[in-house]
């Protein structure tokens, strides 16, 4: 299952105490959806910094960085977003193939 998803997000949006110190360096966690259907500018999901379970539970807001668009897939697990107003290309599913009995192995 392949697929190159491409973002962007809003740097001045990031909650300087959401950053981690880390060994080698300074990470923020970031959670990214893919949603089933594209949004209204064909974008399939929202990339937010990530919340603790106590900030889930207590229905904080959550922190919108940015937007995902799938621009590749293999086919295998999500389609890429129609480009220029293209229409979404149809996922299919996996046909078996038929095993072939003759083979001498």
Known sequence: MASIIKTSIDLTKIPKDKIIDGKKGKYLPITI????????????????????KEERE???????????????????????????GSPAPVQ??????????????
């Open 92 to 105: 299919q599913a996996a046909v078996p193939v038929a095993a072939n009995d003759d083979l001498p192995f």
């Open 33 to 52: 959806t893919l949603n089933d259907e594209l949004d209204q500018f064909g974008n399939q999901g929202p990339v937010i910094v990530s919340q603790s």
């Open 58 to 84: 207590g229905k904080v807001d959550k922190v919108y960085l940015g937007n995902v668009q799938v621009v590749w897939s293999n086919g295998e697990n999500v389609p890429a977003a129609p480009r220029d």
